[in-house]
């Protein structure tokens, strides 16, 4: 792990979605705690059922408040429980939230269920407007706060058993900017998506072939794919004062994937 420096030093925030040790957001909240900022840890009532996000919270020092991001009345109380408990407004926010119920069933893309495909953009994208419009409409952030959500390069391009996550990315993304813009003209906030490599999470581990699509953009990205560590790190960097007139974007943290159309390293595959 690099040297810790205090980048979020009196800094406070909320970070959805640690799962387990596997969870980027798991090692985001490690890398944020390391680096001195204080936060609350939250997920979904049924996901800390069978996660372990109260062993991180004791290892940061923190609280977990349990919210359906979904439910604009728990992202109220969660927002305002944060605030209370921190002692003032957030300086930063990560939305690691994912969610297909088509996928886990196994549901081509071609005979989606399309009661599914709603509830998964509800709890992968519209959360994401939901939980900002929380926190502007309760003036929640700090001048110049920053706000990320991850992403994936489905958005952009066809990765057939990515489904209609591939959709839902492409909405989150786009609510990034829209808001980014009613955001930054407010106070100065930035919203950004990180477009992570694929990473051996229990979410993406659960998508079909995806050993064989981790070592195969292992092998087309320059650098190799990007480590949950890596994401951290940079999460962190966004969240910090290092990164102040960056918003709107979509950044890519891939190793150099989204860049390349072939390589001879995979040839020998």
Same mark, same amino acid.
């Given at each position: 792990?690099?040297?810790?420096?205090?980048?979020?030093?009196?800094?406070?925030g !909320?970070?959805?979605?640690?799962?387990?040790?596997?969870?980027?957001?798991?090692?985001?909240?490690?890398?944020?705690?390391?680096?001195?900022? &204080?936060?609350?840890?939250?997920?979904?009532?049924?996901?800390?059922?069978?996660?372990?996000?109260?062993?991180?919270?004791?290892?940061?020092?923190?609280?977990? !408040?349990?919210?359906?991001? #979904?439910?604009?009345?728990?992202?109220?109380?969660?927002?305002?429980?944060?605030?209370?408990?921190?002692?003032?407004?957030?300086?930063?926010?990560?939305? %690691? !939230?994912?969610?297909?119920?088509?996928?886990?069933?196994?549901?081509?893309?071609?005979? !989606?269920n399309?009661?599914?495909?709603?509830?998964?953009?509800?709890?992968?994208?519209?959360? *994401?407007?939901?939980?900002?419009? #929380?926190?502007?409409?309760?003036?929640?952030?700090?001048?110049?706060?920053?706000?990320?959500?991850?992403?994936?390069?489905?958005?952009q391009?066809?990765?057939?058993?990515?489904?209609?996550?591939?959709?839902?990315?492409?909405?989150?993304? %786009?609510?990034?900017?829209?808001?980014?813009?009613?955001?930054?003209?407010?106070?100065?906030?930035?919203?950004?998506?990180?477009?992570?490599?694929?990473?051996?999470? #229990?979410a993406?581990?659960?998508?079909k072939?995806?050993?064989?699509?981790?070592?195969?953009?292992?092998?087309?990205?320059?650098?190799?794919?990007?480590?949950?560590?890596?994401?951290?790190?940079?999460?962190?960097?966004?969240?910090?004062?290092?990164? &102040?007139?960056?918003?709107?974007?979509?950044?890519?943290?891939?190793?150099? *994937?989204?860049?390349?159309?072939?390589?001879?390293?995979?040839?020998?595959?």
């Open positions: 792990m690099i040297m810790a420096n205090q980048l979020l030093a009196g800094k406070r !909320i970070i959805f979605g640690a799962l387990d040790e596997q969870s980027i957001a798991w090692k985001v909240a490690e890398r944020a705690h390391a680096e001195g900022g &204080r936060f609350l840890l939250t997920n979904a009532p049924v996901a800390m059922r069978f996660g372990k996000i109260n062993e991180l919270a004791e290892q940061c020092n923190t609280t977990v !408040i349990p919210a359906d991001a #979904t439910s604009i009345d728990d992202l109220e109380n969660l927002v305002k429980s944060a605030q209370e408990q921190l002692g003032g407004p957030l300086d930063f926010v990560l939305h %690691s !939230i994912g969610m297909s119920l088509n996928v886990r069933k196994g549901k081509e893309y071609t005979d !989606i399309h009661e599914w495909m709603q509830k998964t953009f509800d709890i992968s994208a519209i959360s *994401f407007h939901k939980l900002m419009q #929380t926190l502007y409409k309760q003036d929640a952030m700090n001048d110049w706060g920053s706000i990320l959500a991850l992403t994936y390069i489905a958005a391009r066809v990765f057939p058993d990515y489904s209609e996550m591939a959709e839902s990315k492409a909405l989150l993304e %786009s609510f990034a900017r829209s808001f980014g813009y009613h955001f930054g003209i407010q106070k100065h906030v930035r919203v950004n998506t990180i477009s992570q490599s694929p990473t051996m999470t #229990t993406g581990s659960g998508v072939g995806f050993q064989e699509f981790f070592n195969y953009a292992d092998k087309m990205s320059p650098l190799g794919n990007a480590s949950a560590e890596d994401c951290a790190a940079y999460c962190v960097s966004m969240f910090s004062d290092l990164t &102040r007139s960056v918003t709107m974007q979509n950044l890519y943290h891939d190793g150099g *994937f989204s860049s390349m159309g072939m390589s001879p390293a995979i040839l020998g595959m």
